[in-house]
């Protein structure tokens, strides 16, 4: 199993997981045009899909799942309260789930994790194959013991750490942002998440994707600061906006 993101933040986020057998999309927050591209420019064609599993409906996750689903006739999985807002998608591809459910499709075990974040019911992913285990933690305020459970025997992480709070608060977003952002129902600051990662992380964990950097917020310097440590004991990458990610084996 492997893993890449064709961009990762606030202005739009899709994660790709595959396997030798299916092509799972982790939500779709950019354009058509842009989709089609960056996918191709990874080497996956529309059509390989197999399924689009979304996040939550903020529209840097859902931006393009409609149009993506609805041209290449992609199954897509999302919560009732996720699905109410993504409008005119063909019904015959809606596929409704729960935090908790666990979705099999041609070898990968997909669970469905509830978290908290300000949206309707929002829920990330955990992936799970015969081999390897992947999970993919974004748009979440604060950790739960239930989310640290789901995410401890994970062999790749790919983890939200968005800003830093120090950069948060003493810059020029709206106050009103501010309290949002680093509220429970927000997004995990970079100190949040080496926490989180400090009770997750185990001696099979071989790599962490730190994701959905804030580009006001945060930098590439305090994110290599923050991680230095974690970098002299597993492999760390930076996914970006631009560029997301190469492809990441979950398991050496």
């Avoid at 129902?185 to 964990?205: D, I, Y």
């Avoid at 930098?219 to 631009?242: C, G, H, I, M, P």
Wanted: aromatic content about 8%; proline content about 2%.
């Amino acid at each position: 199993m492997q893993f890449t993101s064709i961009g990762s933040g606030s202005k739009g986020n899709c994660t790709v997981v595959r396997n030798g057998k299916s092509t799972l999309l982790v939500d779709c927050g950019f354009g058509l045009t842009y989709t089609i591209s960056s996918l191709v420019a990874k080497g996956i064609e529309p059509r390989e899909i197999t399924a689009i599993f979304v996040t939550h409906e903020h529209g840097d996750h859902i931006r393009g799942v409609r149009m993506l689903a609805n041209r290449f006739h992609i199954p897509v999985f999302a919560t009732a309260g996720t699905f109410s807002k993504i409008a005119k998608l063909d019904r015959a591809l809606v596929n409704e789930i729960a935090g908790g459910d666990i979705i099999s499709i041609h070898g990968v075990k997909v669970r469905s994790v509830e978290v908290p974040h300000d949206a309707r019911e929002p829920t990330q992913f955990v992936f799970e194959s015969a081999e390897s285990r992947f999970g993919l933690l974004t748009d979440i305020g604060s950790i739960t013991d239930a989310v640290v459970d789901h995410y401890s025997d994970c062999d790749s992480l790919f983890v939200e750490s968005n800003h830093d709070i120090d950069m948060l608060w003493n810059g020029n977003d709206p106050e009103f942002l501010k309290h949002r952002v680093s509220s429970d129902l927000g997004h995990l600051s970079n100190g949040q998440a080496k926490e989180f990662l400090s009770r997750v992380k185990h001696s099979r964990l071989s790599n962490v994707v730190i994701g959905h950097v804030s580009q006001r917020n945060n930098n590439t310097e305090v994110l290599k600061r923050e991680y230095d440590q974690l970098k002299r004991e597993v492999d760390v990458w930076f996914a970006t906006q631009e560029n997301g990610t190469p492809w990441v084996s979950v398991k050496d």
